[in-house]
């Protein structure tokens, strides 16, 4: 069965970082390309990054292209996303998604990222 488990998510001040984390169980995460996608609430799923299987290369969303990094640790089994200079318009729910860009599911249950100061 596969299982999603995102964390990591809290409180930041614009400009700061943190790292969100998915734990991945019922398959082998570096075997599949993986995504984060957010949401804000009123508006949909917005993708944000997907790395790939293979070589993992990675690409983002412009709004985060330079400020977010996607990676994932195989031995761990677990995808990363690590936000810097993070912004106000960052503060979403953010899920890891079992998929390329455009998958929407599998996912877990989400992770709450606020901005404020």
């Known amino acids: 069965e596969v299982q999603l488990v995102e964390s990591g998510g809290g409180l930041v001040q614009p400009g700061g970082s943190l790292r969100l984390s998915c734990a991945a169980s019922?398959?082998?995460?570096?075997?599949?390309?993986m995504t984060w996608v957010r949401q804000t609430p009123g508006k949909g799923l917005e993708w944000v990054s997907t790395?790939?299987?293979?070589?993992?290369?990675?690409s983002y969303a412009d709004s985060v292209k330079g400020r977010f990094s996607i990676s994932r640790d195989n031995a761990k089994n677990t995808l990363y996303l690590q936000m810097n200079s993070v912004k106000p318009e960052d503060a979403a729910v953010y899920y890891c998604?079992?998929?390329?860009?455009?998958?929407?599911?599998?996912r877990g249950q989400g992770t709450q990222v606020t901005v404020s100061s």
């Open positions: 998604v079992k998929g390329p860009k455009g998958f929407l599911w599998p």
């Open positions: 790395i790939y299987d293979g070589a993992g290369s990675t």
């Open positions: 019922g398959f082998i995460l570096r075997n599949y390309a």
